[in-house]
């Protein structure tokens, strides 16, 4: 079965993170959407309340499932036993951003982390 991670803070859910999870979920087996918690951050909703508008939104799809996660990115990959992370892009220059991100992780990684990008 192929995973693959979805993370982000998704504060507020849009449409784009709607349209990126359905789309996903036509790919891989299974998609998990994690909801990245950070008390550092000043969050307009809470993480429960991130989780509960997310499920609510994908409730049709039977390949999503939606949880939280902490910390490094590298680690939650393999907790979830994800075979990637999926990225959305919204505009050009979210690609430069997404790339340098993307790098990282898979330099952390040792190579083991790819990083899928959806327009």
Not at 6 to 19: A, C, E, R, W
Not at 75 to 81: A, G, H, I, T, Y
């Amino acid at each position: 079965m192929k995973t693959v991670l979805y993370p982000g803070s998704f504060d507020p859910v849009t449409n784009g993170h709607i349209d990126v999870i359905r789309r996903a979920a036509k790919i891989f087996d299974k998609v998990i959407v994690a909801v990245a918690r950070n008390s550092e951050k000043k969050a307009l909703f809470t993480t429960q309340e991130r989780i509960s508008l997310l499920r609510e939104a994908c409730s049709d799809l039977k390949n999503i499932e939606v949880t939280t996660f902490e910390g490094l990115l590298v680690d939650s990959l393999k907790n979830f036993q994800s075979v990637a992370v999926i990225r959305g892009l919204r505009a050009v220059s979210d690609f430069e951003y997404e790339l340098q991100i993307a790098q990282t992780n898979r330099k952390l990684s040792n190579g083991e982390l790819d990083t899928i990008l959806l327009d």
